[in-house]
């Protein structure tokens, strides 16, 4: 059995609504069958479940915690596939489990194993040089493959471009811009996430493939499992059961400036359903499905575009992703055939202590009905809220730097990656939020003078990240 306590800490980083399904979607390949649901009805104990499930979900979008559809399987039992909240608030379209929500760096785990399959069909090597692909890349001479799905390549994560840039670039113009990046560190010898490792493997798809990235990914992946709602992402784009993306300030829904998604490639630009990234989740678990095991195995050995972490000898597989105004998550025990998957256009979505407590649900384990939050800002003098005042920089990519200033008695935070500029309402003891309806809080840190020295921001429940104070 699962111990679930350390479940949220570990996951830092889709018909019909009743908790039941009424079509089958299953695609044969050789010997395996992936079912996307049955048309059976629940036996008692999964049938309570599936009730607890919806009454969770329900707590949590009545309190203005969630919007977007989930989709949670165990074995070939679908317990809930159901949208809560709103695709669209201006019209009040609702949504579904046909809805398709941006899935940002969930992207990753495909373009990882585009690039597994690519090598089982003869077409690369994942030990091969990158110069090898991108003969004018000289700057990354010591880099093979391997690294670029690891994270250990050493390309900085951004600085090639901005997804606030209206224009759509080609890969090859990006590659341009990021091959002449100086590196954080000598391949191989650390680890650092990177969005602009991922875009460069899309572009290794292309050049081993000779087909445009989307299109591999749609005639080797998707459509062999029939994931016929998955696809790469423009914001100009207008097609059938689109959702908006929200998130909130001071209490109510906005949007957020249009971000150009495409040009994330195979870092984080691809939509899709609950329905499609369970059978994604599923072929992935199920050797000879899309992967051979080899491939499979290799990817979870070394981290490939996911997330591993055993817990009681149960393997758990996951990945999220957030872009601006939408969090995705895939969550999967193979052991035990569960699959946990929630796409939102809510960017305030608690992510981390959703999935836990999700996951506490299917296993019959304690959890607690969300309730609304309603925090409270206390007024701050101008000269108490200066000290807070500075640049800060993650410690995980020096990059991004969010610069953090005043406006008479407010303070507000301009980030350069993600380009926002966000209100902090302070709540003591060092501590802001910035929606009062998110657990969301950002707690500034001090030396033993008493000097603010960095911020600690804790989003999604569950993400932590580290600034340092740099100016």
């Known amino acids: 059995m699962v111990n679930w306590k350390y479940v949220g800490f570990l996951l830092v980083i889709f018909v019909c609504t009743g908790g039941c399904v009424n079509s089958i979607i299953t695609e044969e390949r050789g010997e395996q069958a992936i079912t996307a649901g049955i048309s059976t009805p629940l036996n008692e104990s999964d049938a309570k479940i599936s009730r607890n499930l919806d009454e969770y979900m329900t707590a949590l979008t009545d ?48 373009t990882a194993a585009a690039i597994m399959k690519l090598q089982e069909q ?15 890349a000289t700057n990354w001479k010591d880099i093979r493959i391997y690294h670029l799905l690891g994270h250990t390549s050493g390309i900085p ?7 606030t840039d209206p224009v759509t670039l080609s890969l090859p113009e990006i590659i341009d811009k990021v091959s002449v990046l100086p590196l954080s560190f000598p391949p191989g010898s650390d680890y650092s996430y990177s969005n602009n ?38 914001a100009r784009d207008v097609f059938t059961n689109r ?19 495409h040009n994330t490639y195979g870092a984080g630009c691809m939509h899709s359903t609950t329905g499609d990234m369970f059978l994604w989740t599923r072929a992935f678990n199920t050797p000879g499905a ?20 055993v817990v009681n000898n149960l393997t758990m597989i996951s990945h999220s992703g957030r872009n601006f105004g939408f969090i995705s998550q895939t ?78 008695n407010r303070l507000f935070y301009n980030s350069v990656m993600p380009r926002e500029t966000v209100e902090l309402f302070y709540e003591g003891n060092d501590t802001f939020f910035i929606t009062p309806e998110s657990n969301d809080a950002l707690i500034f840190t001090r030396d033993t003078r008493g000097n603010v020295i960095g911020l600690k921001m804790y989003t999604l429940e569950g993400n932590i990240d580290d600034l340092v104070k740099v100016v």
């Open 290 to 309: 899309i992967l051979t095991q080899e491939s499979t195995e290799v990817m979870i050995e070394n981290h490939y575009g996911i997330n591993v972490n």
């Open 331 to 408: 969550f999967s025990i193979p052991e035990d055939k569960v699959s946990i998957i929630f796409l939102s256009n809510y960017d305030r979505t608690p992510s981390g202590t959703l999935t836990k407590d999700l996951a506490n649900i299917v296993y019959n384990k304690p959890y607690s009905l969300p309730e609304r939050i309603d925090r409270k800002a206390i007024p701050l003098k101008t000269e108490d809220i200066a000290e807070y005042t500075g640049i800060y920089e993650p410690a995980w990519e020096k990059s991004w730097t969010f610069t953090v200033y005043t406006a008479g």
């Open 63 to 110: 309190a203005g915690r969630f919007s977007g559809t989930v989709h949670v399987v165990r074995g070939d039992t679908v317990l809930l596939s159901k949208g809560y909240g709103m695709a669209n608030h201006e019209f009040a379209v609702p949504n579904t489990p046909q809805t398709v929500f941006p899935i940002a760096s969930n992207t990753k785990q495909l």
């Open 197 to 234: 490792g991922y875009i460069t493997l899309s572009y290794i798809i292309e050049r081993a493939s000779g087909m445009p990235y989307e299109e591999y990914m749609k005639k080797d992946l998707f459509q062999p499992l029939g994931m016929n709602s998955t696809g790469q992402d423009n």
């Open 157 to 163: 994560s951004d600085g090639g471009f901005l997804m």
């Open 122 to 136: 003869g077409k690369l090597n994942i030990t091969d040089p990158v110069m090898k692909y991108i003969p004018s």
């Open 243 to 261: 959702s908006s993306g929200y998130t909130t300030m001071d209490g109510k829904y906005i949007h957020y400036d249009l971000q150009n998604i």
